[in-house]
């Protein structure tokens, strides 16, 4: 019952805090993401938003050339597992490779699924990087950028060891 008397007292001061802020107009790439929170109610759905984990990664927008991760943004290709964010080589489809990957032959625990973000468009995977993946005891998904980084995102609000390897969303084959 407590949750629900906070969510209660919390829903006048959401309110007004959206109506004193102006709508900001962005391209239609520059989207950020909605909350992919699933809830039954406004007020079940208020205090999840609440109880998000401060060390978790979430991607809040993305761009042609990079994205925004936890309010930082950060240029080029991103490789993240779990909650670890770091800066990836490859700059377009083709270089990505067994090698560019290779971190996971010793990352522990090994995730589950490893999402990789194409670019613009979904791209057929070598069979060569599929053997690898698999190899690894991950599973593959291969997604336009855009829709990895909110399956990322579902994902990991989930509690599921995931990986992401992300290409820019300007990256076109």
């Not at 959206?18 to 699933?38: G, H, I, T, V």
Request: proline share 8%.
């Amino acid at each position: 019952m407590a949750g629900r008397e906070r969510a209660v007292a919390t829903l006048p001061k959401l309110i007004r805090s959206l109506r004193n802020q102006p709508p900001k107009p962005k391209a239609a790439y520059e989207q950020q993401l909605p909350s992919l929170r699933r809830a039954f109610s406004l007020y079940d759905q208020i205090n999840l938003i609440d109880n998000v984990p401060d060390d978790q990664l979430r991607f809040q927008r993305y761009t042609d050339t990079g994205f925004t991760v936890n309010g930082v943004d950060y240029e080029g290709s991103l490789l993240c597992v779990g909650n670890f964010l770091m800066s990836w080589a490859p700059k377009k489809y083709s270089e990505i490779t067994p090698d560019s990957l290779s971190i996971f032959k010793i990352v522990r625990p090994i995730p589950e699924i490893l999402i990789l973000g194409c670019g613009r468009n979904i791209e057929p995977v070598d069979p060569e990087l599929r053997r690898f993946i698999r190899s690894t005891g991950m599973k593959l998904e291969a997604l336009d950028s855009r829709n990895a980084v909110s399956t990322y995102n579902i994902l990991n609000e989930e509690g599921r060891i995931v990986a992401a390897a992300l290409l820019p969303y300007g990256v076109s084959s």
